[in-house]
């Protein structure tokens, strides 16, 4: 176990429909970032967080959009999916500062 | 932009010999970091190795070595007695860090690494 939870491991769901994946970040982590695994465009950066706010924004569609919690948790939320969102997404937490990125273990999102 | 480019999209090596797996980026900041992670068939994201831009000595962690020639942008992974559980993909990462606390990891795109029995 990493310490970065990701829930939840699988999705199936049509397009058109709206999905909200979690993460819940690495004890002590502020930083919060998403990424995307597809085939076509590899592992993206989409977007970080920082204690709450956003810091970074990646090739995130505006279809998309994330919010970081107080208690650090975070949020993406996927809408109008189409089939090219199916990928694999994953959270990645880290300490202010720091360069010890951990990866959760992904979401797997698949638009049918 | 920074852009991490990896050539070998797929290599085949014999069980307990050595590994190179190529990695050269592309960056105008003085200051970065370079990751290698690696994916197994399973999907999660392990992290092996890390060097910083500032670092004199080349990074170790157990078997993986990053051989890091800062003049020429390249940052090769070098894994020693390779082993069947290497099988796997294998990800070049450099991380940027603006003034104001923004970062993130580009990736490459991955070499398929096989280990032969």
């Known amino acids: 176990d990493s310490g970065v939870t990701q829930t939840p491991k699988h999705l199936i769901t049509a397009t058109g429909q709206r999905v909200t994946l979690r993460c819940s970040p690495r004890?002590?982590?502020?930083?919060v970032y998403w990424y995307q695994q597809s085939l076509d465009q590899g592992l993206q950066f989409l977007i970080q967080?920082?204690?709450?706010?956003?810091?970074a924004k990646g090739n995130i569609l505006e279809r998309f959009s994330a919010q970081q919690f107080p208690d650090l948790h975070s949020e993406l939320n996927l809408s109008s999916l189409e089939l090219g969102d199916s990928a694999l997404y994953f959270c990645?937490?880290?300490?202010?500062?720091?360069?010890?990125?951990?990866f959760g273990s992904g979401t797997r999102l698949t638009v049918v | 932009a920074q852009k991490i480019t990896q050539t070998q999209p797929g290599m085949f090596v014999q069980e307990k010999e050595a590994v190179t797996l190529d990695c050269t980026y592309d960056?105008?900041?003085?200051?970065?970091?370079l990751f290698w992670y690696k994916q197994p068939s399973s999907g999660e994201m392990i992290f092996l190795i890390y060097?910083?831009?500032?670092?004199?000595q080349n990074a170790t962690e157990g078997r993986y070595s990053l051989n890091f020639q800062k003049a020429r942008k390249s940052a090769n992974l070098v894994i020693s007695a390779s082993q069947l559980g290497d099988s796997a993909m294998y990800f070049c990462?450099?991380?940027?860090?603006?003034?104001?606390?923004?970062?993130?990891?580009?990736f490459g795109t991955g070499t398929r690494l096989t280990i032969i029995p």
């Open positions: 990645a937490s880290s300490p202010w500062d720091s360069y010890g990125y951990t």
């Open positions: 004890s002590g982590d502020l930083s």
């Open positions: 967080y920082y204690n709450g706010e956003e810091r």
């Open positions: 960056t105008s900041d003085p200051s970065y970091g």
């Open positions: 060097q910083g831009s500032y670092d004199q």
């Open positions: 990462a450099m991380r940027e860090v603006s003034n104001f606390g923004n970062e993130k990891l580009t």
